[in-house]
């Protein structure tokens, strides 16, 4: 089972959203042991960057519909979040 962190890289890697647009995955609570555990979220992308997100959220869903959470602290309603962004560097 992937970590969260690493499902998370994979898909800001892809997308490439730009500076300061984070990407946020957000644990769900499971009615069964085979339902997704999570659940994904972006800021504002331009039309490209929207349809390389969607893709890939979607290839990942299929894929890993279970991440392992154990590194994530639990921060708000006994949920889980991670957020990763991309800074621009000068």
Known sequence: M???QNLLEEL???V????GCAIVLTELRQDSPAARNWTAAAGMLDGDRT????QKLSELLRSDPQ???GDVPILVA???KIAH?????E
């Open 67 to 69: 991440i392992d959470w």
């Open 51 to 54: 349809r390389r997100y969607q």
């Open 2 to 4: 992937r970590s969260a």
């Open 16 to 19: 490439q959203p730009p500076s």
């Open 12 to 14: 800001v890697t892809h």
């Open 78 to 80: 006994d949920r889980r």
């Open 85 to 89: 962004w991309i800074h621009q560097v």
